[in-house]
Structure formats: structure tokens, C-alpha cells
């Protein structure tokens, strides 16, 4: 699906509500590392920092039909932290991110629970005070980074306009600051990408794009909702690598949600494993992985065994970093 805007705002990564995802393709599976202990906030006791996004036994209903989709989803992240939400299509993911972002679909609602993102229950949000956070404080990429996109404007253009309206700065220093994005996104040549359109990017690079989108008001938190399921597996890697840099250089806490239990295993400290609405897992994500206490949970870690983890070892223990590599990241210490 391609919509045209003509515009783009911070909410070009907040998308309006629309239909569910499709069902999301099999992608094989990356490897499941052998989970190290976190590089950020591992020294700072961990009740030490406030959670910048608190949900608490969130529910979520389907008013039309007269049902209950989510049944109490609980988690609290931290700056520098990442959470998992893994399970199977049609659990519930995408609309627990979508209640926390405050953009349910129409008929559908929190029915209990609260959120609270940097301290502030979004309950009592007014519009205005959502348009404020949006983008700033919380920000989001999906799966298909070409449908946040204009396709008849250049795509650096659409970051400093992103940049003008969020930070207020003039034409020229927006485009620099976008210039920095892209670098800071490891996209090789930043200033010819700057004056490119979305047909003359690849899906790993629009999603490079997408996520430079969401990062450019310095948001505390990120939703990443199958960002990278439509991207074959060495790009995948390779996205999944920025997010954990983004992470490390800038605090970024993130959600990562996919149907790929390997997905989130790469990036997260903490992983929720949901089936049919329902969290039926919550714990540490080694604890999880190797010591999964769930039915399901087994279930999802077999299927990854039987696409061959081994096979995809080599491309995620060595730096793959498309564009990346050690020099790029250097001049993201530049970047706020
Ligand atoms: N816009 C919508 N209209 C009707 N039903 C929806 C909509 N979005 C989600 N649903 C239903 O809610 C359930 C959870 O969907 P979702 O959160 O998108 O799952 P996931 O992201 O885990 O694949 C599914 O049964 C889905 O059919
Ligand atoms: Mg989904």
C-alpha cells in the first residue's frame, strides 16, 4: 500500500490507523546468539533510572465486535533498555504498540490499564500534547518504510522537514542535521541519498530512511513493529546492528516487535512472548530463550531451530554493517 502525502511530518512514522498487517511472510530465521549481558545501563542498578515507557496491564477492546483482543500487557522500559514482543501473527503486537502510541484503530480502545510515557499518563493526553510527543519523546517505524514515505519528494527533504517543524531550525540547517542522520543511519553516501526518491532505494535503505525519520527529534523511546521483516536476512542483520547502535550511542530505548523470536533475541535484554492476546512468557531474554517456561514459547524457539540457526551464524557475529564499518560510526559521535 502507497499513500501519498504531501507533506511529511513526524507523523510520517506514526502512521494513521489502518487495516491489520498482512500476514507476515516466514523470513528464516537469523541466529539466536548466545545472549551477553547488556553494554548499556549494565552499570547502573536497574531500578536505578525512571522508566521512560510504563505499560501496566494494558486491555485492549474491539468495540464493534464486542471483544476483548488484549488481555493485560505489562512491561516498563528504560533509557538504554530494549523490550521484546514476539509471538504469532494476529497476537495482539501491533495493537499493544498502537495503543501505546495512542493510534488504535476506530473501534478499537483501552479498556484497562494505563500507559505512561516519560511519566505522563497518555490517557490525559490532549491532541496537541500528543503532537508534541509524538516524534520527540516516543517514535515508531513499521514494515513498510515506502508507505511513510512521499514518493514525489526527495527523501532527505521529507527528514529536514521533519526536522524544521520539530526542532524549528531554518532550511539550511535542517538539511545538514538530516545530512547527519543519514550517516548516522550507516547509509554510504548520505549526500547522494539526500536528493533521492523513495523508487531509487532499496528496502533496507528506505528503512534506514524511515528510522532516521523517527530518530530526528531525539526521541527517548522507539518502536520498532516488524521493521525489518520484509528485508532479506542479511539486511535484517544489518538493521537490527543500528538499532543496537542507536541504542549504545544515544540511550534510545526500544521496542522491538516481531514474529521472529531470533528478531528480538538479537537486541533485547527482556523479551514478552504473546499468543492470542494473551503474554504468556515475560522474562529475561537468555531466561526465555534457553530456559523458556511456556508451551509456546518451546514451540517458537523449535521452529527456529528447524530453519537452520547455524547457517546464518557467520552474518551475525561479523560486523555486516552495509555502509557501515567503524569509520562511518566514528562521525556519529557528531550526531545529538
Ligand atoms: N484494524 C483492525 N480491524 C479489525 N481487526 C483488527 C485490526 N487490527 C487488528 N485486528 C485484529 O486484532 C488481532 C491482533 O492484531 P495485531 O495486533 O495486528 O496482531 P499482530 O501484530 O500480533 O500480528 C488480530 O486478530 C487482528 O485480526
Ligand atoms: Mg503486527
Known amino acids: 500500500m502507497t499513500r501519498t502525502r504531501s507533506n511529511a511530518t513526524v507523523t510520517a512514522t506514526v502512521p494513521a490507523a489502518r487495516p491489520a498487517d498482512p500476514p507476515a511472510a516466514h523470513s528464516p ?19 536505578a533510572q525512571a522508566a521512560v515507557l510504563a505499560v501496566r496491564d494494558v486491555r485492549i477492546r474491539d468495540d464493534v465486535n464486542d471483544r476483548e483482543i488484549v488481555h493485560g500487557v505489562s512491561f516498563e522500559l528504560r533509557p538504554g533498555r ?6 504469532e501473527s494476529g497476537s495482539g503486537k501491533t495493537l499493544t504498540c498502537r495503543a501505546i502510541l495512542g493510534i488504535l484503530p476506530a473501534h478499537f480502545a483501552v479498556a484497562g490499564g494505563s500507559i505512561e510515557i516519560a511519566g505522563r499518563d497518555i490517557a490525559r493526553l490532549t491532541t496537541p500534547q500528543w503532537t508534541d510527543l509524538r516524534g520527540s519523546t516516543i517514535s ?39 545530512l547527519e542522520l543519514l550517516t548516522a543511519v550507516h547509509l554510504r553516501d548520505p549526500e ?3 536528493d533521492q526518491y523513495t523508487y531509487e532505494l532499496s528496502g533496507g535503505m528506505l528503512q534506514r530512511v524511515l528510522i532516521a525519520t523517527a530518530i530526528a527529534a531525539d526521541p527517548q523511546v522507539l518502536i520498532a513493529d516488524e521493521a525489518t ?3 532479506d536476512v542479511t539486511v535484517q542483520a544489518e538493521i537490527l546492528d543500528l538499532l543496537a547502535d542507536l541504542r549504545e550511542r544515544r540511550g534510545l530505548a526500544l521496542v522491538v516487535v516481531s514474529h521472529d523470536l531470533a528478531v528480538v533475541a538479537q537486541v533485547c535484554d527482556e523479551v514478552l512472548v504473546m499468543r492470542a492476546g494473551e503474554v504468556v512468557e515475560h522474562g529475561a531474554t537468555a531466561d526465555v530463550l534457553y530456559h523458556p517456561r511456556h508451551e509456546y514459547t518451546r514451540l517458537l524457539i523449535a521452529e527456529h531451530e528447524q530453519y537452520g540457526l547455524d ?13 557501515g564499518g567503524g569509520e562511518q560510526r566514528k562521525e556519529l559521535d557528531g550526531v545529538r
Open 140 to 178: 515508531a517505524v513499521f514494515q513498510d518504510p515506502a508507505s511513510y514515505l512521499n514518493p514525489s519528494l526527495k527523501v532527505g527533504v521529507q527528514i529536514a522537514e521533519v526536522i524544521q517543524v520539530k526542532s524549528g531550525l531554518r532550511r539550511r540547517d535542517a538539511r545538514r542535521r538530516a
Open 29 to 47: 530465521a537469523v541466529d539466536v546468539p548466545a545472549v551477553d549481558p547488556p553494554a548499556v545501563g549494565s552499570g547502573d542498578p536497574p531500578a
Open 311 to 323: 547457517r546464518y551464524l557467520a552474518d551475525t557475529d561479523t560486523d555486516t554493517g552495509a555502509g
Open 82 to 87: 530494549a523490550v521484546g514482543i514476539v509471538g
Open 192 to 194: 547522494l541519498v539526500y
Open 229 to 231: 521483516t520484509a528485508l
